[in-house]
């Protein structure tokens, strides 16, 4: 098994920056959509840990997270978690 953690630093809407685990990250080819689904390692009140899914918006060499409003593509995610958790 590998303990190696992906991490990454996130700049939050009031400037705040927070070091994020990564889980995945993914792209979708038929419209170059990148996404990221990433972790504070936040334990909820069911002892869930708490995950986040952000769209990559590439602007030159800038990248930031953006969040996924369109239920089109919230399906296309739902999907690709379920063929992920099919094949552990």
Do not use: C, H, Q
């Amino acid at each position: 098994m590998n303990d190696k953690k992906n991490i990454m630093i996130t700049t939050m809407p009031d400037g705040k920056k927070e070091e994020v685990e990564v889980l995945l990250a993914f792209k979708f080819n038929d419209n170059n959509k990148e996404y990221v689904i990433y972790t504070k390692n936040e334990v909820d009140e069911n002892g869930n840990v708490t995950i986040y899914i952000s769209n990559v918006v590439r602007t030159g060499a800038n990248v930031s997270l953006a969040t996924v409003a369109d239920d089109a593509e919230w399906t296309r995610i739902k999907n690709v978690l379920r063929e992920l958790s099919k094949s552990e």
